[in-house]
């Protein structure tokens, strides 16, 4: 259910309208910010996200085209991302976006799978996750 929703999200949101490509205040402020490995430490395991370049403006990918209707469905990025988690695997992650009021943020896989976070920026070298229903956030500090 929430894929089908984070799914609608993205698609909807997305349009060839300028005013869509542009960022509101909080969007570059959060996106600054991510830039860089961010580790959060649980214990001895750590999982962390690196965020690399970015799309400036967004990035407006078509990830399906009914080639009889013209219909697409794209999804807007707003820079490269990578996870590897506390086992030392590396996540599907690709690329991510950051909602209008930078109060969430979507990790996209190379597949398109999209998984929305609670969001807060704390620094310039910290943020906050919680995926869902969790009830703690995961603090990430920059390395």
């Known amino acids: 259910m929430l894929l089908c929703t984070a799914i609608s999200f993205c698609f909807l949101s997305c ?43 967004p990035k407006l990918v078509t990830v399906n085209e009914d080639y009889a ?22 996540s599907s992650v690709r690329y991510y976006y950051v909602y209008p009021n930078a109060d969430k943020i979507v990790f996209i896989t190379d597949s398109y799978l999209v998984y929305i976070y609670d969001f807060k920026v704390i620094s310039q070298t910290e943020f906050r996750l919680k995926y869902e229903d969790d009830v703690l956030w995961d603090t990430y500090t920059k390395e």
């Open 69 to 90: 209707t013209g219909k697409k469905d794209q999804l807007l990025l707003h820079g490269e991302a990578s996870e590897i988690y506390a086992s030392g695997e590396t």
């Open 15 to 57: 349009s060839k309208d300028d005013d869509e490509l542009s960022l509101t205040d909080a969007q570059k402020k959060a996106i600054a910010v991510l830039d860089g490995k961010f580790v959060w430490t649980f214990y001895t395991s750590k999982t962390s996200y690196t965020f690399g370049k970015r799309y400036n403006p």
